[in-house]
Every structure is written in structure tokens, then in C-alpha cells.
């Protein structure tokens, strides 16, 4: 399989409800609880990936550009933009979709790159 392949194989993509306990005092998403979901969906796609273990090394840039309501729906989605020998990069979008309408509107965008790891947790190459 060429890298390409590789890439459209392992694109992620995750849906969540945000509820009241995953809100701050102004009944939108926290910006802590966004960041974990995007590190998972980060990690599940570098993982779909190389199919190896890898560890999050960084995240860089993460743009919070529309505050995400309670009871609205979310997808995360998670597509590889970089392989490098041994880490690669993965972007990670949120869209906000409203439950009862056909709103969607990019609300976060942010970047995270991992490293593949053996066994002795050394880096190992991701291919």
C-alpha cells in the first residue's frame, strides 16, 4: 500500500454530544475537554497509521475560533499531513453541528505530532 493509501485509511472521524458536565460558566465546551478529545483523535489516526505505538511529542497551534455550545453535536477529524523517518503530524479539525438544523461551522483547528515508539521506548521509524 503507498503512503497515500495510508493516509486515506487511517482519517478519523468521531462524533460527541456536548453535555452540561463537559461545559464552563458559559455553557460552552471547555477548552481542556476539546484538547483531550482532539489528542485522542490525534492518537487514533497516527495509530491507524503506523500501526505502531506512538506517543504525542507536541501540539502545535491550536486555534479556538468558535465557542462550541452545549447541546450541539461535534465531529473531530483527524487526517496524517506529514510522515516524517520517525514522527508524523496530524491535523485536527472540530466541527460544530447544530442537532436540530444542517449548521455546521469549523470551531477548532490544530495540529499534533507523534512519535513511533518500540518496545525499549526508544523512537523507531513509522514506516
Not at 491535523?91 to 442537532?99: C, R, S, T
Not at 483547528?109 to 512519535?115: A, I, L, N, Q, S
Request: no cysteine; glycine share 6%; charged share 25%.
Amino acid at each position: 500500500m503507498d503512503i497515500n493509501q495510508r493516509i486515506e485509511n487511517s482519517r478519523t472521524s468521531i462524533f460527541k454530544a456536548v453535555f452540561p458536565n463537559t461545559t464552563n460558566h458559559y455553557d460552552t465546551l471547555f477548552g481542556g475537554t476539546a484538547l483531550q478529545l482532539m489528542d485522542e483523535v490525534a492518537f487514533i489516526t497516527a495509530t491507524r497509521f503506523t500501526r505502531k505505538r506512538v506517543v504525542t511529542v507536541s501540539s502545535e497551534r491550536v486555534d479556538f475560533t468558535h465557542p462550541i455550545p452545549a447541546g450541539t453535536l461535534v465531529e473531530l477529524i483527524g487526517k496524517v499531513i506529514h510522515v516524517g523517518n520517525r514522527s508524523l503530524k496530524v491535523q485536527v479539525d472540530i466541527f460544530i453541528e447544530q442537532m436540530y438544523s444542517e449548521d455546521r461551522t469549523k470551531a477548532i483547528h490544530g495540529e499534533f505530532t507523534f512519535v513511533a515508539i518500540g518496545e525499549d521506548k526508544q523512537p523507531i521509524p513509522v514506516l
